[in-house]
Every structure is written in structure tokens, then in C-alpha cells.
């Protein structure tokens, strides 16, 4: 953390249960940034709320497991199942998809959410602005 970066309570741990997410407005300096508090596997993951296609509300979408194709050893398919490892949610302006612990999205990595240092002391969130 640098100098002029703050700490901000977000809330209480329970706010963000596995696989759950939190959506908190902060007001800055410059303004107000909308963030999305993710938790999967545990741990915490915090993407400012800016879809990194045309700036929709990427964290307030829905939340579903990656899908994946299953191919047999000719790769006929064999179906679509959920990838229950993995956590995206799904920007709900046009459907771009963002893995929550990377905040990239799958089939474009170039395109990603802007990630925010996060931590968790004595049962409150803490975000560094
Ligand atoms: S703004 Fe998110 S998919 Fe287009």
C-alpha cells in the first residue's frame, strides 16, 4: 500500500458468504467508485464494477460456474457441464463473463476488471483506495 492509498471498511464478513458478493459504493476524492466483493475458495476478491467491455455494472450480474464442453478421444462432444471450480459473473449489459478470483475475462484475456487490494481482519472487510 502507498502513502495515499486509504483503507475503507466495507462491511462484516458474513456480508460476503462463499460465493456470494457484496456491492458497495465508496465516495473519493474524485468521486464515488462502485466495487464488487467476491468470495470463492474462501478468499476474498475485490473488481471495481466497471466492465472492461462498455462500462456496465460487471459485479452486480449474475453468478454462475464456467461451462465447459466435454469432448470424447475423437473430441465428439459429449455435452456442456458447469465447471464447479470455477466462479464467473456475467456483466449484465451484453454478457461478458469475468472470472471472479482473476477478474479476466475467459476467451479475451486482454480484456479484465481492475482489481482492488483486499483484506479481512477480526470479521470486517477492508478495501485500499
Ligand atoms: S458492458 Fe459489460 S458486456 Fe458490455
New binding site residues.
Partial sequence: MTTTERLVDVGASQDVPERGRLVVEISTDAGSVTLGIFRFGGRLHAWENR?A????P?CQGRIVSRVSERLDDEQRSLGLRFDEDTMHVV?P????EYDVVTGRHPGRPDLALRSLPVSEDGGRIRVAL
Fill in positions: 466492465c467491455h462498455q462500462g456496465g460487471a456483466c449489459w451484453h454478457g461478458f
